[in-house]
């Protein structure tokens, strides 16, 4: 392999694993207790590879706290760094485990940057104003009410429950890791749980104020989520956008990919039902 085909790093992805000790839901496409196997395969097949880390992107289980323990044990068996963020499954636990959940995926932060070269890794928690994530009696939740209220009244097809958004804090601290990557001549890819671009029922119920932010900072190059099962893509300026297909899906076919990072592209190779991309940056 020539230095000009040999990727800078690359990392594995994993979405929705969204795992529990339960019976499927055939009629929804969920087999939730066969995502131990599928993800002790994708870290067999990640466990052959170079890779810098791997990251789940959110949905780690389906529901209930004491559900973490089984899925998550399959990560010690990962020879690479696992960088876990949370989606909205992750808050279906009881009220008193709602406080717990980023520190039981090892985050240090709900919301924190790193970078491997030039290219800088934003991992956002996209449900922090929410129905679900905030404790009870969290002004977030009144905060996220009022957000939904407002999408419904406009008839916005991502006015659901199951979403969620940013506070300006967590947005104003995204705002300048894209200032201070323009700055530096970074590249960013953003790691969130919750899509953004195309239209679609599973966005971001801020999702225009997020695209506005990317589009006016070069440095944003890519956005990587789940969250929708069925998988999306799409390219906005100089974004990418790129919804991974979610492991619960299906009684026996997995999906997971690695990113290979060069200078002017970032090739993602499909496993199992998820698609191979050629992302020009």
């Known amino acids: 392999m020539t230095e000009k085909s040999k990727p800078l790093f690359s990392f594995g992805i994993v979405a929705d694993p969204q795992y529990a000790d339960a019976d499927p839901r055939p009629d929804m496409g969920r087999y939730y207790a066969e995502s131990v196997k599928k993800l002790s395969e ?8 170079d890779l810098a880390f791997v990251v789940t992107l959110g949905d780690i289980i389906d529901r209930g706290f004491d559900n973490f323990d089984a899925i998550l044990g399959v990560y010690d068996g990962l020879r690479h760094p ?3 963020l949370p989606g909205n499954h992750d808050f279906s636990v009881a009220p008193e485990h709602l406080t717990a959940i980023h520190a039981r995926l090892g985050m240090p932060a709900p919301w924190h940057d790193f970078a491997i070269g030039n290219v800088r890794f934003a991992v956002l928690d996209g449900n922090e104003v929410s129905l679900f994530a905030p404790p009870p009696g969290d002004p977030r939740r009144a905060l996220a009410q009022e957000r939904l209220k407002h999408l419904q009244e406009a008839g916005a097809i991502n006015a659901q429950d199951w979403n969620a958004s940013l506070s300006d804090e967590q947005f104003e601290w995204l705002r300048n890791v894209l200032q201070t990557a323009d700055a530096a001549d970074e590249k960013v890819i953003v790691l969130c749980h919750y ?3 195309p239209q679609n029922a599973h966005n971001m119920w801020d999702a225009p104020r997020i695209l506005d932010l990317l589009g006016a900072h070069a440095s944003a190059v890519a956005w990587f989520n789940g969250h929708n099962h069925e998988g999306n893509y799409g390219v906005l300026g100089n974004t990418h956008f790129v919804n991974f297909k979610g492991m619960v899906d299906t009684p026996d ?3 997971f990919a690695i990113a290979d990072v060069f200078e002017d592209r970032i090739v993602i190779r499909g496993f199992g039902r998820e698609e191979d991309r050629l992302l020009r940056l």
């Open 42 to 49: 994708a870290v067999a097949a990640f466990n052959e590879e």
């Open 82 to 84: 696992s960088v876990l």
């Open 195 to 197: 899509p953004l671009y």
């Open 253 to 255: 076919q997995n999906t």
